[in-house]
């Protein structure tokens, strides 16, 4: 049926789902994930502008078709937008692209004989200009059943598909994403089968849900096209924010910057530049993968000058500066750094290295040597304070007259 939100509404959202779609060809459409997604996008787009009062009435006054042919192919594109997110989940579950290239062929082909059933079965509708909902019969029993099929199976799909990362989920974070995927799943489900089991209650006469059904069905289109935007914008937001040097990996490399700027001026032979990779604000994992290696090098080659931090010293550090219980470890060790750098930079003598505290860490990967080294940038800039005004009060003291 033609949507029931009001155009002044409806229409600046359809236009910024036209740049937005625009913005996906462009700028999104290297893989086969965004491929699939971007298609989705056009075809829920289509389905929209077809349910458009506007749009029905310019088709209607041209001639080109009736306003209920418009209505019902503005269902077709909805099997076919189903068919797209198909793909996109057959991807998910870890089939190759030629697979799932294979495969799509098929759906692809079910789809268009879905359409074709679907409008050869609402053809009294379509001949009587009357909606579904208002044609009833079973017949349009019938026409709902196949335009749900496709949906259907994918909201199956993605119930089936989120439930198995369910049962692997490692972290707070995946349990959370899979709850959610199976909550959309059963909530497409029973939103889905709404049409068709009062449809079925109506012609049987046990209800009467027609004015609701026009009701829920004027907007629950509009509904739908915002939602799976919304979810095609979020790829677009994490590229410009990656522009911009506000992605992850970029905030990574800034918050240690202060401490590889200190820790190679120290050790000048652990830095190292890598070519061309410049990308503007955005610093890419090969960069930060760089500024690791340059701290971890500049640690290892300050390991003679360690020492272990005395008692009074070390508590009053984290009292002065809160340090909350769990960051002891990275603060303290942040301390023995700066004290070690200091002691280099003014030219003491190094320990043997069997003397020397050790220097230890637990990382084994990037990204745990990352979030390691960040716990010790946090406090850096406090321990190089109170590593040097302990310097300065050492130094008072070896000057003062006994």
């Not at 890419?284 to 009074?312: C, K, M, S």
Request: proline share 3%; aromatic share 10%.
């Amino acid at each position: 049926m033609t949507s029931a939100v009001p155009g002044v509404i409806a229409w600046p959202v359809i236009v910024s789902m036209a740049i937005l779609l625009v913005a996906r060809y462009w700028l999104r459409n290297a893989s086969l994930y965004d491929t699939y997604f971007t298609n989705l996008m056009g075809f829920v787009l289509l389905a929209q502008l077809l349910r458009e009062g506007s749009v029905e009435e310019i088709l209607s006054k041209s001639a080109l078709m009736t306003v209920t042919t418009a209505q019902q192919l503005g269902f077709a594109a909805m099997i076919f937008a189903s068919t797209e997110l198909l793909g996109f989940t057959r991807l998910w579950t870890g089939l190759s692209r030629e697979e799932t290239r294979r495969g799509q062929r098929y759906w692809r082909l079910a789809a268009v004989i879905l359409c074709g059933s679907y409008l050869a079965a609402a053809t009294r509708a379509r001949v009587a200009g009357q909606t579904l909902e208002v044609s009833g019969g079973w017949d349009a029993i019938l026409a709902w059943s196949l335009y749900l099929t496709m949906i259907l199976v994918l909201a199956a799909r993605v119930v089936w598909m989120f439930a198995a990362e369910l049962r692997k989920a490692t972290n707070h974070r995946e349990f959370l994403l899979a709850v959610g995927g199976v909550l959309l799943g059963v909530v497409t489900l029973v939103g889905c089968m709404e049409a068709l089991v009062l449809a079925v209650t109506d012609q049987l006469g046990w209800t009467s849900t027609l004015k609701f059904r026009l009701w829920f069905h004027g907007f629950e289109f509009f509904c739908i096209a915002v939602f799976v935007f919304i979810l095609g914008m979020v790829p677009l937001v994490v590229k410009f924010l990656a522009y911009l040097g506000l992605d992850p990996i970029s905030r990574n490399w800034k918050k240690l910057q202060q401490l590889r700027l200190t820790m190679t001026a120290v050790v000048p032979e652990s830095s190292f530049e890598l070519e061309d990779d410049d990308h503007g604000s955005q610093k890419t994992r090969l960069r930060l993968h760089q500024t690791v290696i340059e701290i971890r090098d500049a640690i290892l080659g300050l390991r003679p000058y360690f020492r272990d931090i005395a008692a009074a010293e070390r508590d009053a550090f984290l009292n002065l500066y809160a340090v909350p219980t769990r960051e002891h470890d990275a603060a303290v060790y942040a301390l023995q750094l700066a004290h070690a750098a200091g002691a280099k930079a003014a030219g003491f003598a190094p320990q043997p290295l069997e003397m020397a505290a050790s220097v230890r860490s637990r990382s084994t990967t990037l990204d745990e040597e990352t979030g390691e080294l960040l716990k010790i940038a946090k406090w850096w800039p406090a321990a190089c304070v109170t590593a040097g005004e302990f310097t300065q009060s050492a130094h008072a003291k070896a000057m003062s007259p006994a």
